[in-house]
């Protein structure tokens, strides 16, 4: 195989071994790097900014929270799932999304978009009317995506892989959480 494709199967497999031998590090920097890149289609696709318009600082806000917000924390709850619910069975991945959608996704919503408004700089007032007014709308559009996507997730992927297969499907939910969370 040469080409594109040769190319993209060398750095598969370069993320693989990466994965191996640094899995928390890796999970945490693709968490980061795909935030930033959610941040970029919301700014250059959704909000139509333009490069002379783009807030660099903003993408690395996401960025920085990928890093130290999300990827740690939802790496850490695929973790506390596996332990809680070991096998790989269909009853299982359902039990999985069940308590991934009913318990996790409202609390990590209900952090996630004041997190943000508190790196803005958003007053603790504007915070919390910024989120009463987000956070149904967020929560109900999280519904419409993720509980499918988790399935398969807990079914289909190793551990090891799915923060970063989430955070793969996560780059148009992150354009969607970065618009959502700087939308004043």
Not at 142 to 164: D, K, T
């Amino acid at each position: 195989m040469t080409g594109p494709i040769s190319g993209i199967m060398a750095l598969w497999r370069a993320y693989q071994r990466a994965l191996t031998i640094h899995p928390w590090k890796v999970q945490v920097l693709t968490a980061g790097s795909l935030m930033g890149l959610g941040d970029i289609i919301s700014q250059q696709l959704v909000e139509k900014r333009g490069l002379r318009g783009h807030q660099t600082g903003r993408t690395l806000t996401m960025v920085s929270l990928g890093c130290g917000f999300v990827g740690p924390v939802v790496g850490g709850w695929y973790r506390v799932l596996d332990r809680l619910l070991p096998r790989t069975t269909k009853a299982d991945a359902l039990k999985k999304m069940l308590l991934d959608q009913g318990c996790f996704a409202p609390c990590f919503l209900g952090c996630f978009l004041p997190l943000v408004g508190a790196l803005n700089g958003l007053s603790a007032q504007d915070n919390w009317a910024k989120l009463r007014r987000d956070y149904p709308d967020a929560l109900v559009t999280n519904y419409y995506l993720w509980p499918a996507v988790q399935l398969a997730n807990f079914y289909l992927v190793p551990l090891h892989y799915r923060l970063a297969v989430v955070q793969c499907v996560a780059v148009l939910w992150n354009s969607y959480l970065s618009w959502k969370a700087h939308r004043l």
